[in-house]
T-cell receptor, first 113, second 117 residues
Framework: AQSVTQLGSHVSVSEGALVLLRCNYS??????LFWYVQYPNQGLQLLLK??????LVKGINGFEAEFKKSETSFHLTKPSAHMSDAAEYFC???????????FGTGTKLQVIP | EPEVTQTPSHQVTQMGQEVILRCVPI?????FYWYRQILGQKVEFLVS????????KSEIFDDQFSVERPDGSNFTLKIRSTKLEDSAMYFC???????????????FGPGTRLTVL
């Protein structure tokens, strides 16, 4: 079984400030981890994913995340927030193969001008 | 770039009516999924489908729900008698089979917003 916990349902940052969205996972086997972004009234867009190999993964729009097995974490960061980053972000996990994806409850990011 | 498509984008129906949500997965994909997202909540798994049968289903996926791949391209989700609580965004996803690869990404469609009145 797998689960994902996202700390903070709402996060506000100033434009140009660091973005940090937290995600912790629970998995019985090595997981595959993802971050998705959802803009209002739109679908899910994959930001980045960790499958195997390098633990620091880079995604689209300047986002990156680091897989830390010892902390069971996969936090999403971006050095400098842009107004267009305002959206809801979902952390997700799958056990691989053709298993379902389990999503966290989401974090709404607000960027203040 | 190939993408998963879903129709309609928005469906409004009366409680008790049957609805069919349609998805066209990416053409060489073999695994198909439905998820739903109730407004303001997280995305939840409903069902996975492979080789013309259900691989896994969640407790949400009760007898009111069914899935079908009626032809070589469409993948449908039917809700027999809709309830108010079925109002949600429904996402279809598909995944390829690549021999020797442990993990293949799921590709999500844009969703169908179902409103039950």
């Amino acid at each position: 079984a797998q689960s994902v916990t996202q700390l903070g349902s709402h996060v506000s940052v100033s434009e140009g400030a660091l973005v940090l969205l937290r995600c912790n996972y629970s998995s019985s086997v090595p997981p595959y981890l993802f971050w998705y972004v959802q803009y209002p009234n739109q679908g899910l867009q994959l930001l980045l994913k960790y499958t195997t190999g390098a633990t620091l993964v880079k995604g689209i729009n300047g986002f990156e995340a680091e897989f830390k097995k010892s902390e069971t974490s996969f936090h999403l960061t971006k050095p400098s927030a842009h107004m267009s980053d305002a959206a809801e972000y979902f952390c997700a996990v799958t056990l691989g193969g053709y298993q379902k994806v389990t999503f966290g409850t989401g974090t709404k990011l607000q960027v203040i001008p | 770039e190939p993408e998963v498509t879903q129709t309609p984008s928005h469906q409004v129906t009366q409680m008790g009516q049957e609805v069919i949500l349609r998805c066209v997965p990416i053409s060489n994909h073999l695994y198909f999924y439905w998820y739903r997202q109730i407004l303001g909540q997280k995305v939840e798994f409903l069902v996975s489908f492979y080789n013309n049968e259900i691989s896994e289903k969640s407790e949400i996926f009760d007898d009111q729900f069914s899935v079908e791949r009626p032809d070589g391209s469409n993948f449908t989700l039917k809700i027999r008698s809709t309830k108010l609580e079925d109002s949600a965004m429904y996402f279809c996803a598909s995944r390829p089979f690549i021999a020797g690869e442990i993990y293949n990404e799921q590709f999500f469609g844009p969703g169908t917003r179902l409103t039950v009145l």
